[in-house]
């Protein structure tokens, strides 16, 4: 079965401008959650997908807004960007919410 | 005080010696997660728990729902095990509440 992948795996974008995230799923799984994971600190849940419906959020604002798609990948999309959100941005998938999470490597954004 | 609780913060410790991570939660979950984060950011989900114990080679983790605590063992340590350890609890609305991890550090 294969893995969860990100992509890209690192990016450079400048304060203001949008940003595209992408994740597929591990096989057989229809959840992803997106996790943002500022340097030296623990991730913080954005929110989760499941069946191409978003059915859960964290504390972010309305400029990280996401999608899944028929095949259950998913994409994250932060507009306007700030310097604070420099960050690892994690994606993970399971089946259904539960049982295990396979997480991806991670899309590391810096802005400038 | 946060959801999550994980001690030690940091642990450094020798090759061979037996290694606990704690973790103490204060919200009701379906499910409680071990994961493990290298440098370079890519997680490995080690064990999801809802009750009991599970083993995984060198690696054990038990849980106790009544107390809401849970703890990850390393026997047999290794370097290779150097990394931060991470318990996170499935909540409400789906998401993973994270622990702020443990940092460790096996010496040869």
């Known amino acids: 079965e294969t893995g969860v992948t990100q992509s890209p795996t690192h990016l450079i974008k400048t304060r203001g401008q949008q940003v595209t995230l992408r994740c597929s799923s591990q096989?057989?799984?229809?959840?992803v959650s997106w996790y943002q994971q500022a340097l030296g600190q623990g991730p913080q849940f954005i929110f989760q997908?499941?069946?191409?419906?978003?059915?859960g959020r964290g504390n972010f604002p309305p400029r990280f807004s996401g999608l899944q798609f028929p095949n259950y990948s998913s994409e994250l999309n932060v507009n306007a960007l700030e310097l604070d959100d420099s960050a690892l941005y994690l994606c993970?998938?399971?089946?259904?919410?539960?049982?295990?999470?396979?997480f991806g490597s991670g899309t590391r954004l810096t802005v400038v | 005080k946060n959801e999550v609780e994980q001690s030690p913060q940091n642990l450094t410790a020798q090759e061979g010696e037996f290694i606990t991570i704690n973790c103490s939660y204060s919200?009701?979950?379906?499910?409680l997660h071990w994961l493990q984060q290298h440098p370079g950011g890519g997680i490995v989900s080690l064990f999801m728990?809802?009750?009991?114990?599970k083993k995984h080679g060198r690696l054990i983790a038990t849980i106790n729902i009544q107390e809401k605590h849970s703890s990850l063992h390393i026997t047999a340590s290794h370097p290779r095990d150097s990394a931060v350890y991470i318990c996170?609890?499935?909540?409400?609305?789906?998401?993973?509440?994270w622990g702020a991890g443990t940092k460790l550090i096996i010496k040869p």
């Open positions: 993970a998938s399971s089946r259904d919410g539960n049982y295990g999470y396979t």
């Open positions: 096989s057989g799984h229809n959840t």
């Open positions: 997908y499941y069946r191409e419906e978003e059915n």
């Open positions: 919200v009701g979950i379906s499910a």
């Open positions: 728990l809802s009750s009991g114990k």
């Open positions: 996170a609890v499935r909540g409400s609305n789906y998401q993973l509440i």
